[in-house]
């Protein structure tokens, strides 16, 4: 007798082999598409060199050109593509704001003495000062601009005034909004997360907001990135604001009067403008870092953020409940922010007091890292630091997403590296993407599981073994974008290759129990493969009870339009593997035919 393959769409990998009898139980690289099974896409190199650290958030936009432009943040550097070209638009900092009155000087000398707690400058390093305010004779013009530092201790440095000015009185000054910017690139950050318990490295404990301190690097180096019109927003979590202008021959720039210590960045469009928004930041009046503060600049000038000044219409939030902000996503016209714990949901109001109101949405459905959500129509999808998947739609609550492949993710989940989870979604195949680091390949991106969200496929979900660090869905770029740990970067969906090499895909079957009371010989397949490119190896794996001996027959590889292959196995429950690695590799499974006859009782 002949029987058909014929199973429903998706992975059912959490129960054992024989409850999920007649579903796919294993795969990699294999997607679900109206109801059937086919290999993924291939990808091939968009950069010749490779990118510099690993990257962890890839940002395209178009400007007012209409040329694309892709950002990277790397724990080591911010670049741009562009032209087919790569630069470094590494902005200079960190961006510090020092105490009321910090500079001291001496009656007719033209040295100031600068007040920096815990500043790390050492002789000779330049800094960009700005706000200091005339003083005891000295003009703010040769107090502001770039200096050169003399280091006292930690917490002390001098530089000359410009002009040759001198003080004419002794004693301290300046004003209460100077801010000091070091004139050299960002300090390397973090490749990997260092807290010694838990999956993120927040939520379970040894991360920096067990304390205030905003600045201490337990979690590997993420970015934020928006887009102000035609202007790149970029943040380092936990540094400062900055703005690249689309000048390819110039850095991004701290952004004047912003929170210094920024958790995640975000620009909320407007009637008539925007308005940036910094997520976990200093608060303005005490500047001590809140993680829970919201701030956000006036509308249509990111450089407006005193609250007090004539016209402005920044204004602070502080949410409440605990813990940490860890990221936020506009969702149409509401913004959700989430903190390790919660969810919630922005609403602009339009009160002069008060544009924004935050309300609490969901609880204990927090985010593991900031990376870990993406926005998909009026749908967001995320992950929490329980390592749940969670969906939230306008006007729903926050909900559970079923998982059938779960437990492999969950239980091999890097600990402390939650972080690097990267959410994106695929327009083109109506899908949402969870890249991770699994601890049985170390410590980086490594693997990745997939949910099909439309048609006839909703709710099924694929996975693979893929190491990419940062990913995004095509649009304004022609495909979706993936970058790996060494910094190569990625068309994604492109081809059938990766990068010209073969890459492996295979799906697997649960244990099928044909007859409790009898045995089956499987003696032929006929295939039933489309757009079949490079060969295709099918196994069968056969037992006579659940757990007992496995006999695995492996037929000949088959190439493009072989009528059958060749089987002599023998069993009660059987379990086919389809499977393949070539350069190209293409493949679509339909309703494969085994030629089977029973074998008696046994």
């Known amino acids: 007798m002949r029987i058909p393959l014929e199973l429903p769409p998706g992975l059912l990998g959490d129960d054992t082999s024989q409850a999920g009898a ?32 690993v ?45 009321g009155d910090p500079l001291t000087t001496a009656s007719g000398s033209g040295v100031v003495t600068v ?32 200096r050169e530092i003399t280091v006292v201790d930690p917490n002390t440095y001098t530089f000359v005034a410009g002009a040759a000015d001198t003080a ?44 205030t301190e905003a600045t201490a690097e337990y979690y590997p180096r993420t970015w934020s990135f928006d887009a102000w019109g035609q202007h790149l927003i970029a943040n380092p979590r936990g540094g400062g604001l900055y703005e690249w202008r689309n000048d390819p021959a110039s850095r991004a720039l701290a952004i004047a009067n912003a929170p210094p210590q920024v958790t995640y960045a975000l620009v909320a469009p407007m009637n008539g403008g925007y308005m940036l928004f910094a997520l976990g930041c200093n608060e303005e009046a005490s500047g001590t870092f809140n993680p829970m503060c919201i701030r ?16 402005s219409t920044s204004r602070e939030y502080v949410l409440t409940g605990g813990g940490r902000i860890v990221a936020g996503r506009m969702i149409g016209p509401y913004m959700l922010v989430w903190t390790d714990k919660d969810l919630f ?11 924004w109101r935050f309300d609490r949405i969901g609880r204990n459905c927090g985010l593991i890292g900031p990376n870990a959500a993406v926005v998909v129509g009026q749908t967001a999808f995320w992950i929490s630091p329980d390592r749940q998947f969670y969906s939230y739609s306008i006007g729903g609550a926050a909900t559970p997403v079923g998982c059938p492949i779960r437990t492999e993710f969950a239980d091999n989940l890097a600990a402390s590296q939650g972080d690097k989870i990267v959410a994106s979604s695929n327009a083109e195949f109506s899908e949402v993407r969870f890249d991770y680091p699994d601890g049985r390949d170390g410590f980086e991106n490594s693997r990745y599981v997939a949910l099909a969200l439309g048609g006839e496929d909703a709710g099924a979900w694929h996975k693979g073994v893929m190491a990419r660090t940062a990913f995004v869905d095509a649009g304004p770029s022609l495909y979706p974008l993936g970058v790996d740990p060494d910094g190569a970067v990625f068309h994604h969906e492109r081809g059938h290759t990766a990068d010209g090499q073969a890459f492996p895909w295979f799906i697997e079957t649960a244990d099928s129990l044909l007859d409790p ?24 794996t056969a037992r006579f009870t659940p757990q007992g001996n496995a006999q695995t027959a492996t037929a000949p590889p088959m190439a493009p339009g072989e009528t059958k292959a060749d089987f002599l196995a023998s069993g009660r429950l059987f379990r086919v593997r389809i499977a393949g690695e070539s350069a190209p590799t293409r493949c679509r499974i339909g309703k494969p035919m085994f030629d089977v006859v029973p074998a008696g009782r046994r």
């Not at 070091?182 to 991360?207: M, N």
């Not at 922005?346 to 002069?352: A, D, I, K, N």
């Open 296 to 311: 956000h600049s006036s509308i249509r000038n990111n450089t407006e953020w005193s609250t007090a000044a004539s016209g």
């Open 115 to 146: 007040a920096h707690i815990g500043h790390g400058l050492t002789t000779g390093q330049e800094v960009k000062l700005s706000g200091a305010e005339t003083f005891n004779g000295l003009e703010a013009a040769n107090l502001n601009g770039v």
């Open 345 to 355: 949901l922005g609403s602009y109001v339009g009160s002069l007091a008060q544009p």
């Open 517 to 540: 009371e009898s045995t089956f010989l499987v003696r032929e397949l006929w295939p039933d493969f489309k757009d079949q490119i490079g060969p295709v190896s099918v196994s069968l």
């Open 22 to 53: 007649g579903r796919w139980a294993d795969g990699s690289n294999v997607r679900f598409r109206l109801g059937l099974p086919q290999v993924i896409g291939g990808w091939e190199r968009l950069i010749d060199g490779a990118l510099t650290g």
């Open 55 to 99: 990257c962890r958030t890839v940002f395209p936009w178009k400007d007012n050109g209409a040329l694309l432009n892709i950002a990277f943040g790397t724990n080591q550097k911010l670049q741009l593509w562009k032209g087919d070209e790569l630069f470094d638009i590494t902005p200079f900092g960190p961006v510090a704001v020092l105490g």
């Open 168 to 211: 004419s009185a002794s004693g301290a000054g300046g004003g209460a909004a100077i801010r000091v910017v070091r004139q050299s690139e960002l300090p390397v950050g973090p490749e990997h997360g260092t807290s010694s318990i838990g999956f993120g490295t927040g939520a379970y404990g040894g991360g920096p907001y067990g304390t």
